[in-house]
């Protein structure tokens, strides 16, 4: 029994075919599936993933010839066999003559395979000025040749730290410019842990919703708020979260809200199928005579439903999806693709009407906020599905909309301890005898507002009405009995 225990948990620090790691080199990320005979292109280079699959996550490995990966084996660091180094630099001149071999020299190394600790030990055994250099620039010189000319990648598993570091050094636009450190505050604030019962509204590709659901670890229930046809999760799928961890994840459109809180909502709000593909569900019989009569009219119909359904800003998912059905249409399944486009929409809508119940409780756990739009009425709006006593937290890129939202919180009432903050990083370099913090560095990571919900005043005045009405009639009587007394 304990090695039928034991055998799983080893298997999830091995990297197998299908699993979403992320590619490291120096402090460059980037985010790929792991899918055989798959051209990979990282920082110039191209291989494929076939190696890499079975070892341990942190493996390092060497791009050989044809582009397959070779785990590295740990070497001692290259070092000048006298260990010369000189007193200072002030004697040595950049004149572009000190490098003996040339270009076409290095090239004819690549070109006969030698490894790339060959090639930085020839350029420095070939440097003529390398033994005067101080052991700080040597050290310095050795790093920057490795850097170009040995092709080491380290295969890490996602997590929040990684992809929001990643995303924040390639696109940070698409995260609202949101630094890793402002993430780890929100995720604090916020009070994430394991079966809590989250609202997420974030316009941030869903990093912030991957770090919501690899904090609660598959444990609780998320509902999302979205804005369009459908909710962005680029960044979640990065994560490579198991199936279990979605059940508990619920989306709700933002535009419905209103509806919710006016009690005015209905399943039939919701974007339900189209006319023409529930006529084409109950025309079984004619089915595949129209598909042979008029294809063009059937596919016009689908790609308008999905056009319907994902507006906008889901522009580039309708062209993705388009190949995909002419695919299917060049092998004859037509009528599997209609039925299971048609499945998706039925156990979305199903869903939506979960997210609906599940908002109706108002009784959520904490509310988190991370959106491109104005957070005023966001927050009035979704604070209302929120418990008392419960954390949220807003974070916008600017200060001044926050400001507005902590003006109209206070004007509203209902919430205490009201916080507009912003974080500060700075980097530093540690090395022996040189640390100090990095010439460059983020000038900003955004702005968070963060609160706990409290009892709201009519609700506080019903309650006090209530025992008021208790208490009145008791000592009426005790009156009474008084004045007979007397």
Same mark, same amino acid.
């Given at each position: ?34 899918? =055989? @005979? ?12 076939? #190696? ?19 785990p590295k084996k740990m070497m001692e660091e290259i070092t000048s066999e006298t260990k010369e180094a000189g007193i200072d630099n002030r004697n040595i001149v950049d004149d572009g003559k000190s490098q003996k071999l040339t270009q076409d020299d290095i090239k004819a190394l ?15 055994? #070939? ?87 690899? @904090? ?30 979605? #059940? ?9 809200? #209103? ?73 004859g399944n037509k009528k599997d693709y209609i039925q299971e486009f048609q499945r998706k929409q039925e156990q979305q809508k199903k869903r939506q009407i979960e997210a609906a119940t599940l908002l109706n409780e108002r009784n959520a756990d904490g509310l988190i906020i991370a ?40 004007? =509203? ?25 990095k010439l460059m560095m983020s000038g900003g990571g955004g702005y968070l507002l963060s609160g706990i919900t409290v009892a709201n005043d009519k609700q506080k005045s019903e309650s006090c009405v209530l025992e008021l009405q208790k208490t009145e009639e008791p000592t009426a ?10």
């Amino acid at each position: 029994m304990e090695n039928s225990v034991e055998q799983p948990r080893q298997q999830d620090h091995l990297i197998r075919d299908g699993d979403f790691v992320v590619l490291k080199r120096e402090d460059v990320f980037k985010a790929v599936q792991v899918q =055989r @005979r798959k051209k990979v292109t990282f920082e110039k280079q191209w291989f494929f993933l076939d #190696n890499v699959i079975g070892h341990s996550y942190g493996t390092t490995f060497e791009v050989s010839s044809g582009g397959n990966l070779q785990p590295k084996k740990m070497m001692e660091e290259i070092t000048s066999e006298t260990k010369e180094a000189g007193i200072d630099n002030r004697n040595i001149v950049d004149d572009g003559k000190s490098q003996k071999l040339t270009q076409d020299d290095i090239k004819a190394l690549k070109d006969k395979g030698i490894k790339g600790e060959e090639i930085v030990q020839q350029l420095i055994e #070939n440097s003529t000025t390398f033994r005067d250099k101080t052991e700080f620039a040597q050290d310095k010189y050795i790093k920057k040749k490795k850097k170009k000319y040995e092709a080491i990648i380290t295969v890490v598993k996602p997590s929040t730290r990684i992809l929001s570091i990643m995303y924040y050094a390639r696109e940070p636009g698409k995260i609202n410019y949101m630094r890793y450190d402002t993430l780890a505050q929100m995720l604090t604030l916020g009070n994430i842990h394991a079966g809590n019962k989250m609202i997420v509204m974030e316009t941030c590709a869903g990093l912030v919703l991957g770090a919501v659901m690899e @904090r609660m670890g598959g444990f609780g229930s998320i509902i999302q708020m979205y804005p369009g046809g459908g909710p962005v999760r680029a960044a979640t799928t990065c994560f490579g979260f198991p199936k279990s961890f979605f #059940n508990s994840l619920y989306e709700f459109p933002l535009g419905k809200v #209103n509806c919710l809180l006016n009690g005015t909502f209905s399943s039939k709000a919701l974007p339900s199928e189209s006319k023409d593909s529930i006529s084409v569900e109950e025309n079984n019989g004619t089915l595949l005579d129209d598909l042979q009569t008029s294809p063009k009219e059937i596919e016009e119909n689908i790609v308008e439903v999905i056009e319907n359904n994902h507006p906008q800003q889901e522009t580039m998912e309708v062209i993705s999806q388009e190949p995909e059905y002419k695919e299917h249409k060049e092998r004859g399944n037509k009528k599997d693709y209609i039925q299971e486009f048609q499945r998706k929409q039925e156990q979305q809508k199903k869903r939506q009407i979960e997210a609906a119940t599940l908002l109706n409780e108002r009784n959520a756990d904490g509310l988190i906020i991370a959106s491109r739009y104005h957070p005023t009425p966001l927050a009035l709006s979704l604070l209302e599905f929120v418990a008392p006593s419960r954390p949220f937290v807003v974070y916008c890129h600017y200060k001044e909309p926050l400001v507005e939202c902590y003006t109209k919180l206070r004007e =509203r009432g209902g919430v205490i301890n009201l916080r507009l903050s912003e974080t500060w990083l700075r980097n530093y370099q540690v090395l022996p005898d040189r640390s100090h913090p990095k010439l460059m560095m983020s000038g900003g990571g955004g702005y968070l507002l963060s609160g706990i919900t409290v009892a709201n005043d009519k609700q506080k005045s019903e309650s006090c009405v209530l025992e008021l009405q208790k208490t009145e009639e008791p000592t009426a009587k005790k009156r009474k009995v008084q004045e007979s007394d007397s």
